[in-house]
């Protein structure tokens, strides 16, 4: 399985996948990982690794269409059999999308469909959930929305910040990733409506 990384930080998930597989414990090989930001610890560390690191500052181009006619020139070369954000911070356009359908995976701390978008974590401390946790999610065009391949729960604690909340759930999302990718590498799957059926 191949697979390109797409990163815009810290890149925690990537090497969370990049040790599975030097591990033994997932059978992949990470042919790219691109970043939008050429400060991101993610690609330095993907560099370190030896792996084929590309940074696409987006700052550099005119507009969004521009930079991921880029990105996807990329990622055409590369030849993934799956996409992974790990911490991408753009928006991907519908064409982009489309161009990649049930090809785009990404991971996101909260159980959707609850507390889509930005500061997940923070929204379920202040919403009082008790239990909250990770998906990993086929991408489509709306944010945060795509069908759900695997989901982990944390309990959320009386004391909880924020921050105490990312940190439980960023423990149960390395484990994520590396489970859906193992499930979509070595079982049959397809996805009828909104659900992703392994067989
Ligand atoms: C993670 O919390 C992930 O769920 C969200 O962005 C964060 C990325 O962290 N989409 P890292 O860069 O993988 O450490």
Redesign the pocket.
């Known amino acids: 399985m191949r697979l390109a990384i797409l990163?815009s930080?810290?890149?925690?998930?990537?090497v969370a996948i990049h040790d599975a597989i030097a591990r033994g414990v997932l059978a992949a090989d990470i042919v790219a990982v691109i970043s939008n930001r050429p400060e991101a610890p993610?690609i330095e560390r993907s560099r370190e690794l030896g792996l084929p690191a590309h940074v696409l500052d987006h700052h550099a181009y005119p507009n969004r269409v521009a930079h991921e006619e880029d990105v996807l020139r990329l990622l055409a070369e590369a030849e993934p059999d799956f996409i992974v954000l790990?911490?991408y911070m753009r928006l991907l356009s519908p064409t982009f999308v489309a161009a990649w359908p049930h090809r785009i995976l990404?991971?996101?701390?909260s159980l959707l469909p609850s507390f889509p978008g930005v500061d997940a974590q923070a929204q379920a401390v202040a919403y009082g959930v008790k239990v909250s946790g990770?998906t990993v999610h086929f991408v489509d065009e709306n944010l945060d929305a795509g069908p759900i391949i695997v989901q982990r729960t944390v309990p959320v604690l009386g004391d909880d910040t924020p921050e105490s909340l990312?940190a439980r759930i960023?423990e149960q999302?390395h484990q994520a990733y590396v489970e859906a990718l193992g499930m979509l590498a070595t079982s049959q799957w397809r996805v009828e409506g909104r659900r992703v059926l392994f067989s």
């Open positions: 990163l930080g810290r890149g925690s998930n990537f993610g790990a911490g990404n991971i996101h701390p990770c990312a960023l999302e």
